[in-house]
């Protein structure tokens, strides 16, 4: 090959471009960010539109409608679902994945400002904005103590000041904190005994809190700025405005209102480890490294905690650092094992010089590969990381074939230089064409669509990127360093090693018994298949981890007040503290569930959750699952409550394990079908945490205009509404500003006033004289119900049953469930659709069998190519699907179930790494084959003369991803033995199916390919024997009939 005698004949220029890759590549791997999983654009417009007040159908008809109607005729829009709940509409609209974010969002910007012209007037401007995954929080920092609220929230206010200032953070939101405000509370009888109305207070203060620049004022000399400074500060200042005269005397609002600081109603409460709290979310900028993003952070949090009340604690509640931490340390771990293990067993097989040539391609392949990936732009995350380990073994593949049969020509009186040459040469195509070939099976899954395709779509590249550099090394360096430092080749030994001896007659056996040999290799995959169906594990979607976190989430009745949800938290707090030995902290949230989304988070007094903070493995020693589980059911029994509890999910959204759809036009038909449905799926064994989106009846009071009446009495519909709407809720009147803050001054009924609906009804509205018009005259009060959030998908009302799983698989599960609602009668216009995992479960193993047949094609072209005969081909493949005996094995072996995803892509990788030993072995027959030896003896020889490399390529790619396999490695941070890593839950599944299929694979190279090879030629000669015969007596016949003419 060109490439390879350059490489030689410039040596040095070979050992300055190796010391640039050196340079190049340890730069870029210290200057890589790092993150857990891949920042990958997620292909959601979010449209949310204030409504205050109002109820959720009125919601769902005046906003969410009229929205939606613009929103699905957009180009490229795969689904709408919206939720309407009260004062708030919430559309999300699902793009297909050719739809780039920022034209998304451009078409859904143009459809709503069509929309707006049909929205009430007071509604709030629609907001849109894209679903970024780089919007979650990387920290939470929560800080409490035995200090007042007021220090709290002040203690907060200048850490959040301090940490917006640190490189790399965007934003820090505070929750939990209680919000200062003004609060006037009006006295409805002194308002009426001075003949003064509300309107005349509201109008009052934006009059007198002003702040005026009245523009300049020049006199000889000096120019002066003039401004009118009036903005209200405090409480008092509001207090002694005037707001009229009544009979020459003043009357001033303290005189008919109560003005006094205050804070907002308390939405929420929070608790860390029981003791009240305040948290900072901190968000970081795009782009930014999260590790040393956190590191600045800590940095600023040590100076506030010797700065701070010693009452105050300072404690990260969540660091995503830490886990990116653990899982780069964790595959770094496993990368160093395996190449130790991989070097070792070269030196054993090869001795010192060979083996370290060999050895030495892998870290200038892995330079290479950071050097390329830092150029495209990706980080160094979790999917990147595993699919090194997964090529580590391979990189070496190419160079023990080179090495080894340079040595070979050595061992035949070849100088070092000569044997470079040659034994480069010979087998530089095949070994082209084997590294080609495994790239051809991965490619397809770069073209995998959806959110699991740009997660997954970083393993495929990583891979091609490594291999390309492994085959660039292999071929420019291997020869060049062995025709420098290359040893003594071994003499030849008249007698053979007792394990080649022992793989001639294995050989010998299926060379005389082709037919046999292929017959037992299919029974045995047919037999394996048939047990796999009848004893395997199943098949599951996503693999399942030990998680950190865990939720307990709580949903009470609608219309429970928040101390009464709080009261079921702290009885949740209490039974679950026999379990604080692995928890590291417990996070309580009352009046919202407490998990941050990519959406929004739910909130309402109704609501609470408990966020569960579990120490590392290596602490607790326990499975968090086996915890979890434990906890849902010490909380299934407490009443009033329907309570969830759930792992964090790791890996890209998918949606819960079985979610149910029912969708149709009535809700409350709906209702009663979703009903239905969940009684008959509650008792389905291992299916927990079922859950309707479907809240119960909402408590309302409503008020009836009697429209005439009110009209007679100067008085319309609206003052009606907006009137109740500021005694009850409050009505924001100006600000004012504490520090560099601003707050509310707020206007509302007392407390002790609007206890009662007799409390309402003694409320007086004024009419358009002024005169106050008592709120009896007007209507009347009567209870209510209403739906608390009414869900619809593509402009169909729909209520979901959404479960996970315990103890059994998801597909298992969800099998039982849709059985049994094939039982449930629908009326005309109703239908039950599923979603969630099972959604993007369908679309993943639909592509993935796509992509494994394109890849079969893709490496049948190549080898067509390189070997020009179909005959290889056949033989390659035909090994290519009999070498899924070995993965099947592995997985019964190991008792795993048969993950689409991970198994899914294992089984490709198989495919494309099965194929090389292949072709280096039936490349050489064919050459001994062109040299003039018999077809029996070339098949002979060539199993015999790449026996070792070949059992040296697999050993390397086995022994490569055996830490992975079985969880157990070194830590060579500590220096200490780890178990159960956070990586291996993730990737044990692929790795089995990949060492056992490639460890029968092997097997069947060395046996069965070369009985494939002879019993397929022989026949192929035959059928040309037998045509060439007929062609033969059609000519002899032909030239009968002429003659005999």
């Known amino acids: 090959m060109i490439l390879t005698d350059l490489s030689i004949r410039n040596r040095i220029t070979v050992a300055v471009l190796g010391l640039i890759i050196v340079i190049l590549g340890v730069y870029s791997y210290l200057s890589l960010p790092r993150e857990a999983f891949p920042d990958i654009p997620i292909p959601y417009i979010l449209v949310s539109t204030f409504y205050e007040g109002v109820a959720p159908e009125d919601v769902e008809t005046s906003i969410t409608m009229k929205i939606e109607k613009e929103l699905v005729g957009i180009r490229g829009v795969k689904e709408v679902v919206s939720s309407s709940s009260e004062g708030m509409s919430m559309i999300s609209v699902e793009f297909t994945p050719d739809v780039p974010t920022e034209v998304a969002l451009q078409r859904v910007r143009d459809r709503v400002d069509i929309a707006k012209g049909n929205l009430p007037q007071e509604a709030e401007e629609p907001t849109i904005k894209e679903i970024n995954i780089a919007e979650m929080p990387i920290m939470y920092v929560s800080i409490s103590g035995d200090v007042s609220p007021v220090q709290l929230k002040a203690i907060a206010d200048e850490l959040q000041d301090q940490l917006e200032t640190v490189p790399g953070v965007l934003k820090v939101d505070i929750v939990g904190a209680l919000e200062p405000e003004i609060r006037l509370e009006f006295d409805p009888d002194r308002l009426a005994l001075y003949n003064l109305t509300i309107p005349e207070v509201l109008r009052l203060i934006p009059s007198e809190n002003v702040n005026i620049s009245a523009g300049s004022l020049e006199t000889p000399g000096t120019k002066f700025n003039v401004r009118v400074p009036a903005e209200l500060v405090t409480a008092e200042d509001v ?84 886990y990116i931490r653990n899982t780069v340390a964790d595959l770094e771990n496993n990368i ?101 070939t495994t790239v051809c099976a991965f490619l397809p899954l770069m073209f995998w669509p959806g959110i699991m ?68 290799a299919v029974c045995l995959l047919v037999g394996l298949g048939i047990l796999y169906a009848k004893i395997g594990k199943g098949t599951e979607f996503f693999p399942q981890g030990d998680p950190e976190r865990a939720f307990i989430n709580v949903r009470m009745p609608q219309g429970t007040n928040i101390r009464e949800t709080d009261r079921i938290m702290r009885l949740i707090e209490e ?65 009033g409550a329907e309570i969830k509890v759930e792992k964090e999910q790791e890996g890209p959204p998918t949606g819960a394990p079985v979610t149910v759809r029912i969708a149709g036009r009535d809700f409350r038909t709906l209702e009663r079908i979703s009903e239905q449905a969940r009684r008959m799926i509650a008792d389905v064994p291992s299916l927990v945490n079922l859950q309707s989106d479907l809240e119960a009846t909402r408590p309302e009071l409503a008020f009836t205009v009697n429209r005439r009446v009110a009209m007679l009495l100067g008085v319309n519909t609206a003052t009606v509404g907006n009137f109740l709407k500021m005694a009850i809720f409050g009505t924001k009147v100006g600000t004012y500003r504490q520090f560099n803050d601003e707050y509310d001054i707020t206007v509302r009924l007392p407390l002790t006033d609007r206890v009662s609906i007799d409390d309402l009804y003694r409320l007086r509205i004024p009419n358009e004289a002024g005169e106050a018009v008592p709120l009896s005259s007007l209507g009347w009060l009567e209870y209510r119900g209403g739906f608390g959030t009414i869900s619809r998908i593509d402009q169909k009302r729909v209520v979901t049953l959404s479960a996970d799983t315990e103890g059994r698989l998801s597909s298992a599960v969800l099998a039982d469930v849709q059985t049994r609602l094939k039982q449930l009668p629908l009326p005309a216009g109703y239908e039950i659709g599923y979603a969630g995992e099972k959604e993007t479960e369908d679309e993943s193993r639909t592509f993935l069998g796509k992509a494994f047949g394109i890849a079969i094609l893709l490496i049948t072209l190549v080898l067509v190519i390189q070997f020009n005969s179909l005959l290889v081909p056949l033989i390659i493949m035909i090994t290519v699907i009999l070498s899924l005996i070995g993965a099947l094995m592995g997985l019964l072996i190991c008792k795993l179930p048969f993950g689409i995803i991970m198994s899914g892509i294992g089984a490709i990788s198989l495919a494309g790494v099965v194929v090389n030993n292949a072709i280096v072995l039936l490349a050489y027959t064919r050459q001994l084959q062109a040299r003039g030896m018999d077809l029996l003896s070339a098949a002979a020889e060539a199993g015999a003369t790449r026996l070792r490399p070949v059992l040296l390529t697999a050993a390397t790619t086995v022994i490569g991803l055996l830490p992975m396999a079985i969880g157990v490695s070194y830590d060579f941070h500590t220096l200490s033995w780890a178990l159960r890593s956070e990586s291996t839950q993730w990737w044990r599944n692929m790795a089995v199916v990949v060492i056992f299929g490639l460890t029968f694979a092997t097997i069947l190279t060395l046996v069965v390919v070369p009985s494939l090879y002879v019993m397929l030629t022989r026949a192929s000669l035959r059928v040309r024997a037998l045509f060439g015969a007929a062609r033969d007596d059609s000519r002899v016949t032909a030239a009968g009939a002429e003659s005999a003419g």
């Open 453 to 520: 395709g740009d997660f997954m779509k970083y393993l495929p590249i990583t891979l091609t990127l490594g291999l390309l550099a492994s085959l660039f090394v292999a071929l420019v360096f291997s020869p060049v360093i062995s025709s420098v430092w290359a040893g003594r080749a071994p003499q030849k030994t008249e007698r053979e090693h007792w394990f080649l001896r022992g793989y001639r007659r294995v050989q010998g056996v299926g060379l005389n018994n082709p037919g046999m040999t292929l017959f037992l």
């Open 575 to 639: 039974r679950i503290k026999p379990y604080q030995p692995w928890l590291e902290h417990t996070i309580t949230n009352v009046g919202s569930s407490g998990q941050r989304t990519l959406v929004a988070s739910a909130g309402g007094p109704h609501l609470g959750s408990v966020s569960l903070v579990f120490y590392d493995f290596a602490v607790r020693k326990r499975p968090s699952a086996e915890i979890i589980a434990e906890i849902r059911r010490l909380v299934a029994d407490i009443p």
């Open 336 to 436: 160093a094992a395996a190449l130790i293990l991989v070097t070792g067993i070269l030196l054993l097989f090869l001795g010192l010089r060979p083996s370290t040539i060999v050895a030495m391609i892998i870290p200038l392949s892995m330079l290479i590969t950071f050097f390329l990936i830092q150029a495209l732009g990706y980080t160094l995350n979790m999917i990147v990381l595993f699919s090194l380990v997964l090529v580590l073994g391979m990189l070496v593949d190419n160079a023990i074939v080179i090495v080894e049969n340079i040595y070979r020509h050595m061992q035949l009186g070849y100088s070092r230089v000569e044997a470079a040459i040659l034994g480069a040469r010979e087998v530089a195509w095949p070994v082209a064409t084997s590294t080609f």
């Open 239 to 322: 207090d002694h405005l005037l707001l009229a005269v009544r009979n020459g005397k003043p009357i001033y609002l303290a005189d008919v209102a109560t003005v006094r600081d205050a804070f907002k109603d308390r939405a929420t409460y929070s608790r860390l480890d029981g003791r009240d709290n305040v948290t900072l979310n901190i968000q970081k900028r795009v782009g930014a490294n999260i590790v040393h993003v956190s590191d600045y952070i800590r940095a600023v949090l040590d100076k506030a905690r010797e700065l701070a009340p010693t009452a105050v604690k300072f404690d990260i509640t969540y660091d995503m650092s830490k």
